[in-house]
């Protein structure tokens, strides 16, 4: 990483650079960071768009899936054209119109515990838009054995949940800790079964955005030990603590 800003780069993010706790100092941080978004749909399309804009470095993207007509209304990266086609193909081809310098890789897979190892561990955070709970807990098992920076979103009707994970942390407690089941049914995260808002979406897959660039440049504060719910019915946000437990 060069040790100043060019032209290009300081008139891009000029409107991040301005604000105190991000200067040309965080841009930087941004720059070089790596970040692995596991699901492009609801949550990782708007997860990975808001981080292109802000301009971090590497992006992975993974999804076996292709865009189905159903998903358009709140996969904010897909229009009508992308029916059938590639999610990561896509998604990485309007991410790099957006910011053609950040790096995209794409990963056209369903995560497994036979690939996941061999992927996550290039990555420095881990941004988690599954929509089932057995990938949720493998992904969650792998970042706590190599120490990875992990954040969980879920979205259901009108409803988000958003965890965020440093493992580099021996106190902080983990996804099993806060549901303490290994079996939990997937009709609870698929939108299929109980329907969502596509706002509800975005606004979830652009929180975990925003969680991770805090994370990459140290500012604010986390959601450590606590689950953030949204209920946007209602419009209220509240956060729940819950602790590490032993076994």
Known sequence: MKNSLN????????????????????????????????????LGCPAAESLTRAGVGTIGLIDDDIVNLSNIHRQSLFSSKDIKKSKVSVAAKKLKEINPHTKIKTYKLRLNKNNIKDIIRNYEIIIDGSDNFKTKFLINDYCIKYKKKLITGAISKFDGHIFVFDFKDKKTASLKNFYQENEISDHTLNCEFEGVLGTTASIVGTTQANEALKMIMEIGQNLKNQILIIDLLNLSFRKVNFKKKKN
């Open 7 to 42: 032209k290009s780069q300081i008139e891009r993010f000029s409107r991040q650079l301005v604000l105190k706790n991000i200067g040309a100092k965080g841009q930087k941080k941004i720059l070089s960071s790596k970040i692995l978004i596991i699901g492009v749909g609801g």
